[in-house]
């Protein structure tokens, strides 16, 4: 058994929060350049792409946030089995290291202790924390900020089984379509498809955090994940909405088995910032 100070957890969630909301990752930079190189047929729609990379560019240069909303703080935390954490309480000790992250990074505070009455808790917490008990003694932290206005563009819906992997697709096309602009185009869509719907809502947010157009395993997955981006892309949404074939950077589809009744889906839409930094104890 492996103990782990939960203040050593702290320390780590405040510096995630800073870097995630100062630097974009090297894959999502990477496919932005090759969407404005070689994708984009759309002079707006490359002009566009080059303003986010050099937004991207000098976020990381001057130590600022690549965007004014640095979002929620979810964390995805993958605890070894044989871990022990000593020295306080866990979820503390992660609320403590957003508070601290967020104050130091002049990162904005969003989060509001009531969603009615919306008095802002001032240090943006709580934070979102996903668990997983997995084998070993180490622990993984991914934390990815998620802005309000993509966040508020995502959907779930009970699909019958007879629908599908074309009734998924259209699902997600007709969920990209309805957000048009608001989540601030060219988009990561990450789907949940399967098990119950609070399952299928969380494989789809966690699919955010995969490196983009890396393909599912699965080869039919990887093949409707292709087929899907190809769809998205089709309706000329572009960058930010003025029109152009980089409407979503990739499509990450996410599978769980599932009742025989059921073919639950559900669409976590991440806006062109897809932040995300992890760091492993």
């Given at each position: 058994m492996r103990e782990?100070?939960?203040?050593?957890?702290?320390?780590?969630?405040?510096?995630?929060c800073v870097q995630a909301n100062y630097h974009l990752p090297g894959d999502v930079l990477e496919v932005l350049q090759r969407a404005a190189d070689e994708e984009e047929e759309s002079p707006v729609g490359r002009?566009?792409?080059?303003?986010?990379?050099?937004?991207?560019?000098?976020?990381?240069?001057?130590?600022?946030?690549?965007?004014?909303?640095?979002?929620?703080?979810?964390?995805?935390?993958?605890?070894?089995?044989?871990?022990?954490?000593?020295?306080?309480?866990?979820?503390?000790?992660?609320?403590r290291g957003v508070a601290e992250g967020y104050e130091r990074g002049y990162l904005r505070k969003s989060m509001t202790e009531d969603p009615f009455e919306r008095d802002n808790t001032g240090d943006n917490t709580p934070a979102i924390i996903h668990t997983q008990i997995v084998p070993g003694d180490q622990v993984k932290i991914a934390l990815a900020p998620k802005g309000g206005g993509a966040e508020n563009m995502s959907a779930a819906r009970g699909l019958t089984p007879a629908d599908g992997p074309d009734g998924v697709k259209d699902f997600v096309v007709d969920t990209v379509s309805s957000a048009g602009s608001n989540p601030c185009p060219p988009i990561v869509v990450g789907?949940?498809?399967?098990?119950?719907?609070?399952?299928?809502?969380?494989?789809?947010?966690?699919?955010?955090?995969?490196?983009?157009?890396?393909?599912?395993?699965?080869?039919?997955?990887?093949?409707?994940e292709r087929q899907?981006?190809?769809?998205?892309?089709?309706?000329?949404?572009?960058?930010?909405?003025?029109?152009?074939?980089?409407?979503?950077?990739?499509?990450?589809?996410?599978?769980?088995?599932?009742?025989?009744?059921?073919?639950?889906?559900?669409?976590?839409?991440?806006?062109?910032?897809?932040?995300?930094?992890?760091?492993?104890?």
């Open positions: 782990l100070d939960v203040e050593q957890v702290k320390e780590t969630v405040s510096d995630l002009e566009v792409l080059e303003l986010i990379i050099d937004n991207a560019e000098t976020a990381a240069d001057e130590k600022m946030p690549i965007c004014q909303d640095t979002g929620s703080a979810v964390i995805f935390l993958d605890i070894g089995q044989d871990v022990h954490f000593v020295g306080g309480d866990l979820e503390e000790a992660i609320n789907v949940g498809v399967g098990s119950t719907l609070e399952k299928a809502v969380l494989l789809a947010k966690k699919s955010l955090l995969r490196p983009l157009r890396q393909p599912h395993p699965r080869e039919h997955i990887a093949e409707l899907t981006l190809a769809a998205v892309n089709d309706l000329g949404i572009g960058p930010q909405g003025l029109g152009g074939r980089t409407t979503a950077l990739a499509v990450h589809i996410e599978p769980h088995s599932s009742h025989i009744a059921s073919l639950l889906a559900a669409v976590n839409i991440q806006c062109h910032a897809a932040r995300h930094a992890e760091a492993i104890l």
